[in-house]
């Protein structure tokens, strides 16, 4: 099958990263599911030729997926379904209706039968009540007659410039799926530095804005992909903060966290990610949806948007809508497009 004639639909969509990413590798992207109406604003800006429906996945049907798309065959049903309010309690055990938003994953799979599905998710999920709803998972599908592998990535070692770890679970009618090799090492990461030190600083009293040019030339071959087809910069925009934050991040140094502050800012925030500053020369940690724990490896502030979703590998040209908060939330939710993209790679010669 030509991979232009591969039709794909993305539930739990968010702003679209795993879709984005099946798009980057050629494949038809036809729809994006999801309840948060900013974040698909953002999708279906970045996803020209895509439908979106904006909903309850539980209340979703296949003829309103239909409606939408026409006769087109859906091949592959990906997504991220959210774990939260999993639960095994009862004789019923997975179909507790607390269990919904992954019923209604398996539901629409076993309405469509794609040819394949692929599911991400934090990599608790696979010790979740001792493995019992990673078992489910396999067991609902295998029902449906597909094979299902599984494995858990660390988005750095496919070229992302962040330690992001996700379960990823590929089920395919025909074949048995071999999970794409690693790229990349400790001995060629994409660094933080790599990502993001070509973009404006915003150190002064310019906190910058929501579309503006670039000030530099690239200087690695990750900002030239990151570049690529935009002219533009776009949510590059810092934040202000109080002479005393700027301080407190000043006294963290390079690759640093809480645990180097003096004994009287030790306490102010209590967790383990806490005022952390990136490490120019490693990945970043993995982007959350906040924006108030990780720091700029130099710089006396916390990452932009843009910073952040160039560390999660959006390319400039994928631009964000929302207010602040809704931005770093789609950011942060995304699952990297490089990443997705090898997937969809790999994805590709089983069907």
């Excluded at 970043?284 to 720091?295: K, L, M, S, Y």
Aim: aromatic residues 10%; contains cysteine.
């Amino acid at each position: 099958m030509n991979n232009n004639d591969i039709n794909v639909i993305d539930l739990f969509c968010g702003c679209g990263g795993l879709s984005y990413g099946f798009e980057m590798a050629g494949y038809n992207v036809l729809l994006g599911i999801d309840n948060d109406k900013m974040a698909l604003e953002t999708f279906k800006l970045n996803h020209k030729n895509s439908k979106i429906i904006c909903g309850d996945i539980t209340e979703i049907k296949y003829t309103d997926i239909i409606n939408l798309i026409g006769d087109k065959q859906i091949d592959l049903i990906v997504g991220g379904p959210p774990c939260q309010g999993m639960s095994l309690s009862g004789p019923r055990k997975f179909h507790d209706p607390r269990n919904k938003l992954y019923l209604s994953f398996i539901r629409l799979v076993e309405e469509i039968q794609p040819k394949g599905f692929v599911i991400e998710n934090v990599p608790g999920l696979i010790s979740l009540f001792g493995g019992a709803i990673k078992d489910s998972i396999l067991q609902e599908f295998s029902r449906l007659g597909y094979k299902v592998e599984y494995k858990v990535l660390n988005a750095a070692e496919y070229g992302v410039p962040q330690f992001r770890k996700r379960v990823i679970f590929v089920g395919l009618k025909e074949g048995v799926f071999s999970f794409p090799e690693p790229t990349h090492n400790e001995n060629n990461y994409v660094s933080c530095g790599m990502a993001i030190s070509d973009l404006p600083s915003l150190d002064k009293d310019y906190l910058g804005a929501e579309e503006e040019g670039y000030e530099s030339l690239p200087i690695c071959d990750y900002q030239v992909t990151m570049r690529d087809g935009s002219k533009k910069l776009f949510n590059h925009v810092a934040a202000k903060h109080s002479e005393q934050v700027k301080h407190v991040i000043s006294l963290v140094p390079e690759g640093g966290n809480y645990k180097n502050l003096p004994n009287e800012y030790k306490d102010t925030r209590k967790f383990n990610v806490a005022w952390t500053r990136f490490d120019s020369k490693k990945p970043a940690p993995t982007i959350d949806t906040g924006h108030r724990h990780h720091f700029h490896y130099k710089l006396n502030r916390v990452p932009t948007v843009r910073e952040s979703a160039r560390i999660q590998s959006f390319p400039d040209k994928f631009v964000f809508l929302g207010n602040k908060t809704q931005q770093f939330r789609q950011v942060g939710n995304a699952v990297p497009p490089i990443l997705a993209q090898k997937i969809a790679e790999q994805i590709k010669k089983y069907l």
